[in-house]
């Protein structure tokens, strides 16, 4: 199947649920990946979160049953998943600037947001840099955390304090020589993201340097890499003060035009992070793990 398919087969199934129990594991399952990795494709893709998206479908819809229907705002607030109609009318107004009692009004003008279709969108006017490369086996060691899908504490927090305390810095000493795949361009700490299996709302994260000989590992989490098929994506050169949106732009560009058109998927939502600095400015590479489509 593929990823299309695949991918448009999770909107059928959060459409037909709209008004029930929407599991975001089953959502995932149908697009044969993780919950997590699921969730970042859907908003790299479409510029809007998986459970915003869900909101506005929700409220699209009980809008209509508003204007076509005599049917209780209770009961309409219940269908679509709010607790009481307290709830369901703040969350209504937010979407549509009007209360649900306006609605039914004649004339009152309201919001529709329809169902997503992902669709092959023919771009190409601007080139990808990427290769494509096979590794052996390879073991990372650094700081981890699991942290919550849609959680408030994120990877963002964990750099940030370990830059404030000195560990990027511990790591950076601790690393050792450049692993035989990297040059000296690159930096010693990366990030690696979904290297192993968690709870299902939870990914791992982890600030990591490659083992080497020369590596000091102790007191850190260590993790093997197996072999894989690497998909990387490379920046242009950059300014640190455009890192997010360089990084951003990546990821994007990987989802929505690399990946639906080139007959391979992710691998289980293993990814790298990977900076360096070449001429006094500075590049990122995004590492996924990917394998063709059978």
């Given at each position: 199947?593929?990823?299309?398919?695949?991918?448009?087969?999770?909107?059928?199934?959060?459409?037909?649920?709209?008004?029930?129990?929407?599991?975001?594991?089953?959502?995932?399952?149908?697009?044969?990946?993780?919950?997590?990795?699921?969730?970042?494709?859907?908003?790299?893709?479409?510029?809007?979160?998986?459970?915003?998206?869900?909101?506005?479908?929700?409220?699209?819809?009980?809008?209509?049953?508003?204007?076509?229907?005599?049917?209780?705002?209770?009961?309409?607030?219940?269908?679509?998943?709010?607790?009481?109609?307290?709830s369901f009318a703040r969350a209504f107004q937010s979407l549509h600037g009007v209360n649900?009692?306006?609605?039914?009004?004649?004339?009152?003008?309201?919001?529709?947001?329809?169902?997503?279709?992902?669709?092959i969108s023919i771009k190409g006017e601007t080139a990808m840099n990427y290769r494509i490369?096979?590794?052996?086996?390879?073991?990372?060691?650094?700081?981890?955390?699991?942290?919550?899908?849609?959680?408030?504490?994120?990877?963002?927090?964990?750099?940030?304090q370990s830059h404030e305390n000195g560990e990027v810095e511990r790591l950076a000493a601790?690393?050792?020589?450049?692993?035989?795949?990297?040059?000296?361009?690159?930096?010693?700490?990366?990030?690696?993201?979904?290297?192993?299996?968690?709870?299902?709302?939870?990914?791992?994260?982890?600030?990591?340097?490659?083992?080497?000989?020369?590596?000091?590992?102790?007191?850190?989490?260590?993790?093997?890499?197996?072999?894989?098929?690497?998909?990387?994506?490379?920046?242009?050169?950059?300014?640190?003060?455009?890192?997010?949106?360089?990084?951003?732009?990546?990821?994007?560009?990987?989802?929505?035009?690399?990946?639906?058109?080139?007959?391979?998927?992710?691998?289980?939502?293993?990814?790298?992070?990977?900076?360096?600095?070449?001429?006094?400015?500075?590049?990122?590479?995004?590492?996924?793990?990917?394998?063709?489509?059978?």
């Open positions: 199947m593929d990823w299309l398919m695949r991918m448009n087969r999770a909107l059928d199934y959060i459409e037909v649920n709209l008004s029930g129990e929407i599991e975001l594991k089953e959502v995932a399952e149908q697009a044969c990946c993780s919950s997590h990795q699921f969730q970042r494709m859907f908003s790299f893709i479409t510029n809007v979160s998986l459970a915003e998206y869900i909101r506005r479908r929700r409220l699209t819809l009980a809008a209509i049953e508003l204007q076509n229907s005599k049917i209780k705002v209770v009961d309409i607030a219940l269908k679509y998943g709010y607790e009481s109609p307290v649900p009692a306006m609605a039914r009004e004649e004339g009152t003008a309201l919001k529709a947001y329809p169902r997503l279709s992902f669709l490369e096979t590794k052996e086996a390879f073991q990372i060691f650094g700081v981890a955390k699991v942290f919550q899908v849609n959680g408030v504490d994120t990877p963002a927090n964990l750099w940030k601790n690393a050792g020589d450049h692993p035989d795949f990297l040059n000296g361009h690159y930096h010693k700490v990366h990030a690696a993201c979904s290297y192993q299996k968690t709870g299902e709302d939870t990914f791992p994260y982890m600030l990591c340097a490659f083992k080497n000989e020369t590596s000091k590992m102790d007191g850190y989490t260590s993790v093997m890499i197996p072999a894989h098929t690497w998909a990387i994506f490379s920046s242009d050169l950059f300014t640190w003060d455009q890192f997010d949106e360089t990084i951003e732009t990546l990821y994007k560009r990987f989802y929505s035009e690399w990946l639906p058109t080139t007959g391979y998927e992710q691998v289980e939502g293993l990814e790298f992070e990977i900076t360096g600095e070449k001429d006094g400015l500075n590049f990122v590479e995004l590492w996924f793990a990917v394998r063709k489509i059978s």
